[in-house]
């Protein structure tokens, strides 16, 4: 992997890193529900999935196949902040806005 290609990553992936630490602290201290329990798990596989690239993207050198997909997919991605966004982003184009009063 070219060295740009190689930061360009490392960078992607503490950004992503950040974000489900972010996520893992907004989790209640006492793990109660069944979503609660589910969210805490993919976190955890999240974090589990991108600490093993970091590591692998820290070292000088990095081999990839070259028929391998590209290193962006590998990054997991917030799946819940996701589909908030879309559903935010679908509810801000079919709102409407309503006449001020004076």
Do not use: C, W, Y
Not at 22 to 47: D, Y
Request: net charge neutral; aromatic share 2%; proline share 6%.
């Amino acid at each position: 992997v070219p060295e740009e290609e190689r930061q360009a990553t490392l960078a992607a992936l503490k950004m992503r890193k950040a974000e489900v630490e972010k996520g893992l602290n907004a989790l209640p201290f006492k793990i109660e529900t069944q979503g609660q329990k589910n969210r805490e798990k993919e976190l955890g596989v999240s974090m589990a999935h991108l600490e093993k690239l970091l590591l692998m993207f820290g070292n000088a050198v990095v081999f990839v196949p070259q028929d391998s997909a590209p290193i962006q997919s590998m990054v997991p991605k917030n799946q819940r902040h996701e589909r908030e966004k879309v559903t935010h982003d679908e509810a801000r184009a079919g709102a409407t806005e309503l006449p001020r009063i004076s």
